[in-house]
């Protein structure tokens, strides 16, 4: 339907139609949609690529890729269960599946709400997981596998509600995303994406529109 539009035109397109997704209320459901009907029948954790069942996934927890403590500072709701108390906007955005993904619970933790960046010289703390932290920075660099996935995320966070990334960060993200387009998996749950919750991550669809992005 969109095919031979200009990519400034789809970029409008897209921005007009979407409006925030409407149909999870809430983390407490997006969390049970996650688990049940995105990866009914397992996959592999973002960061570091380990296999999981849909029976077995001690250790894993989601991670928020646009972290939910950045989300609070701009829509200046207070903390994050005040926020889920007092605005609804604020549990929409944190029940987004685009934002979610299957992460070992250690890396989600250290990874915290830490920027992505690139680190020179940066111990592994985790052998068998290319996961790089620098705590005194406040920054994590994830393997390359993975970065094209969360500069997408990143940006359609950024774009469907308004959210701020940083020039210095947005330019970092867009390079990644150019050097990790969107595999086959990443198409696929675009689409269950879409079907569970009604909006889709249109950077997964036409990775030219990121050109368009401005920080």
Not at 61 to 83: A, D
Not at 164 to 180: P, Y
Not at 198 to 209: E, H, I, S
Request: aromatic share 12%.
């Amino acid at each position: 339907m969109l095919r031979g539009l200009s990519l400034y035109t789809l970029m409008v397109l897209w921005i007009s139609v979407t409006a925030d997704q409407q149909r999870i209320p809430d983390y407490e459901q997006a969390r049970a949609l996650f688990w049940g009907e995105l990866y009914t029948r397992g996959g592999k954790t973002l960061y570091c690529g380990q296999t999981f069942s849909a029976k077995y996934r001690r250790g894993l927890n989601i991670e928020h890729i646009f972290p939910m403590s950045w989300v609070t500072n701009e829509l200046k709701c207070g903390k994050r269960k005040q926020c889920r108390a007092k605005s609804e906007r604020f549990n929409r955005i944190e029940a987004d599946l685009h934002n979610l993904y299957p992460s070992r619970q250690d890396i989600n933790d250290v990874r915290s709400s830490f920027r992505f960046g690139m680190l020179s010289g940066e111990k592994r703390i985790f052998a068998d997981c290319d996961f790089e932290v620098d705590e005194r920075k406040r920054v994590v660099e994830p393997r390359p596998a993975s970065r094209g996935e969360i500069a997408r995320a990143m940006f359609y966070m950024k774009e469907e509600y308004g959210l701020t990334i940083f020039r210095k960060s947005g330019e970092l993200l867009k390079k990644w995303h150019f050097q990790d387009l969107p595999s086959k998996h990443e198409k696929w749950r675009n689409e269950r994406i879409e079907k569970i919750q009604g909006t889709r991550n249109y950077f997964v669809d036409d990775p030219k529109l990121v050109e368009l992005i401005e920080f």
